[in-house]
């Protein structure tokens, strides 16, 4: 097997583990980028090619269809079924789950976006959650999220700062752009945790005479870092030491300090009030939180939950 890799490194730490395994099982890593840059941390590339990803593409399967080399029927089918049974099994756990979980808004938050928005996703458990739980989609939108050194700073200033490439009035506009209309021609949406919107949240201070970069912030307000429950720590030391040391939950009022700093905001306490809540959001001019209550206690079972129901069902769609 080849594994031919486009550009940058995976942001996922579980695809980035996978690529390390096949190559320690001998199948080649050819890396392909533009400027010929060896953006390796894992060391796994055989080759680097120096070529632009799509002329790369478009010469691999001009050769591929003149029947040089058959395509992988069988694999392909075989990469497809294991993906609707891993589907179908988060639905069968999230579908019946009114109560707002993590797993539940990422996956709720990415099949309601409208097609052409973009998705900004925080570090911590938004972008796991997005990268496991989304489901893939027609016209999904374009997904963003901060890289170097992981930190949960600057979220806010990130979303805000894509929202006004999109935002009519900004200078930032392309000249193709309509600055006639008011709205955002595509709407700008980030999924942060709550101590990601604290950390930045000087950057929904805004200066009276300047417009607000249409935005929606979809908070998840778990109380904390709920990363940190995924950690042994979390079972071992006493329930106080490990807020006070890890999860860090904090003292503010959300909704109101949101309010206090001109946006609007929406509350949202079951799965079924996201729709209309982040349509509601998403029509406002400005920027916007939809704040999401999720209880903290039920979400590293639920975690594995889903998972060992992908891993049996993914097992059941392989079996010969
Ligand atoms: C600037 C910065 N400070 C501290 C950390 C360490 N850190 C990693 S995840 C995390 C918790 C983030 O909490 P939240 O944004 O609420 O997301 P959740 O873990 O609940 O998904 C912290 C503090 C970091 N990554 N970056």
């Not at 808004?105 to 997005?130: N, Q």
Request: aromatic share 4%.
């Amino acid at each position: 097997d080849v594994v031919l890799h486009l550009g940058a490194p995976h942001a996922s730490k579980v695809l980035g583990q996978w690529c390390v395994e096949t190559a320690r099982r001998g199948t080649v890593h050819v890396l392909v980028d533009p400027f010929g840059r060896v953006q390796d941390p894992d060391r796994v590339a055989a080759l680097v090619v120096r070529a632009d990803p799509g002329e790369l593409c478009a010469a691999l399967l001009s050769r591929l269809a003149a029947g040089r080399r058959a395509v992988a029927g069988d694999w392909l089918a075989s990469w497809e079924a294991a993906d609707h049974a891993a589907q179908t099994a988060i639905d069968g756990v999230l579908s019946d789950l009114d109560a707002c979980s993590e797993p539940g808004i990422a996956r709720g938050l990415f099949a309601l976006l409208p097609d052409d928005s973009t998705l900004v996703v925080s570090s911590s458990m938004p972008i796991r959650d997005v990268e496991w739980y989304a489901r893939p989609r027609p016209g999904a939108a374009r997904v963003l999220a901060n890289r170097g050194a992981n930190g949960i700073d600057g979220v806010v200033s990130t979303v805000l700062g894509v929202a006004a490439t999109t935002t009519p009035s900004f200078a930032a506009l392309p000249d193709h752009v309509d600055r006639s209309t008011t709205q955002a021609v595509q709407p700008t949406v980030g999924l942060l945790g709550d101590l990601a919107l604290l950390h930045d949240l000087s950057g929904l201070v805004w200066g009276r005479a300047e417009k607000r970069p249409d935005a929606t912030l979809v908070v998840v307000d778990n109380g904390g870092g709920g990363i940190f429950d995924f950690l042994p720590y979390a079972a071992t030391l006493d329930t106080q030491q490990f807020a006070r040391g890890f999860r860090t939950p904090q003292a503010v009022d959300i909704a109101g300090i949101a309010r206090a700093l001109g946006c609007g905001v929406r509350e949202v306490t079951a799965m079924s009030e996201l729709a209309d809540h982040l349509a509601e959001s998403l029509a406002e001019p400005g920027t916007s939180l939809v704040l999401v209550h999720v209880s903290a206690q039920a979400n590293v079972a639920l975690h594995d939950e889903i998972h060992a129901a992908v891993a049996a069902a993914v097992d059941r769609a392989l079996r010969p």
